[in-house]
């Protein structure tokens, strides 16, 4: 299956995203300028280059090409990578590679294991960092915000030349002010809880987010599943201050042709910004 390639013109610049998503199959999202991952959901090529692997729960729709990522990062002589993982499932993750890697009959597979926790942040860059936060899903379940810090000069100095702001530099003043950017937000499988307790999340300028039922008929099971229902969705719409809606997780009960037509009819209209979807059949 080739993996769907959004090209999402942000702050930053232009932001390259690759992925493919079905609920209870797969999720994979690859940002390959960042050599970044959000869920490693299925093996597939074009993930083994990222660096550092974000694993928003222990669902194996978002797990399944886990394994893969980290033996062929191994076999093809990769760097060390990281791994980031809730801290509720960080021993089972971690037993889990280093089960892997024993049954190919090789070393420890070069992956550094990070749990982290609501709240917590972690280096991605010099310039960016990713920050956390809880989901309303029924297991323990991460969402991921991208956050670009651009340095801009203090506007105090505009009048000074450069070799001045050098010299200032040295002597140890602080000669730039630091610009938050929140570039995307992930927000990994959750039920609409989320909606209201993080609306913050939301207003990043990009928004990954499930929408994984549509009939009237799904409502109770979306709920009961922690998962976000069209009807969920609808009323925030107007609310939502992103540039760009992508919109994944839609379950096996339609086509892909419906649930794109669905999503056309039913969301576009609603959405002022770019509209895409993450859906697609996997083979
Ligand atoms: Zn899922
Ligand atoms: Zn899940």
Redesign the pocket.
């Known amino acids: 299956m080739t993996l769907r390639q959004l090209q999402l013109q942000t702050s930053w610049g232009n932001l390259r995203l690759v992925g493919g998503s079905r609920?209870?199959e797969s999720?994979v999202i690859l940002l390959p300028q960042l050599h970044l991952g959000l869920d490693p959901g299925r093996a597939h090529r074009a993930a083994p280059p990222m660096r550092t692997m974000v694993l928003s729960h222990g669902?194996m729709?978002?797990m399944g090409g886990l394994g893969y990522w980290a033996s062929q990062r191994y076999l093809n002589s990769m760097p060390p990578a990281t791994l980031i993982v809730p801290e509720p499932i960080v021993g089972d993750v971690r037993s889990l590679l280093e089960l892997s890697a024993r049954l190919e009959g090789g070393q420890p597979y070069r992956v550094t294991v990070v749990p982290v926790s609501e709240g917590d942040h972690h280096q991605l860059r010099r310039d960016m960092d990713l920050r956390f936060f809880a989901t309303d899903h029924w297991v323990p379940t991460l969402g991921t915000q991208v956050i670009w810090h651009k340095h801009r000069l203090r506007p105090e100095l505009a009048h000074l030349s450069e070799p001045e702001i050098a010299e200032r530099r040295r002597a140890g003043d602080e000669v730039t002010l630091d610009v938050r950017n929140d570039i995307l937000t992930y927000c990994a499988?959750s039920g609409p809880g989320l909606l209201d307790a993080r609306p913050d999340v939301f207003d990043a300028e990009v928004v990954l987010v499930e929408c994984s039922f549509f009939r009237p008929a799904d409502r109770d099971r979306a709920a009961r599943y922690g998962h976000t229902h069209l009807a969920d969705l609808l009323p925030q719409l107007k609310n939502l201050k992103c540039r760009h809606l992508v919109l994944l997780?839609a379950s096996r009960r339609h086509r892909l042709r419906e649930v794109e037509a669905i999503i056309d009819e039913e969301v576009r209209p609603h959405f002022a910004g770019e509209l895409h979807h993450l859906n697609v059949d996997w083979d």
């Open positions: 609920a209870g999720t669902h729709d978002h499988d997780h």
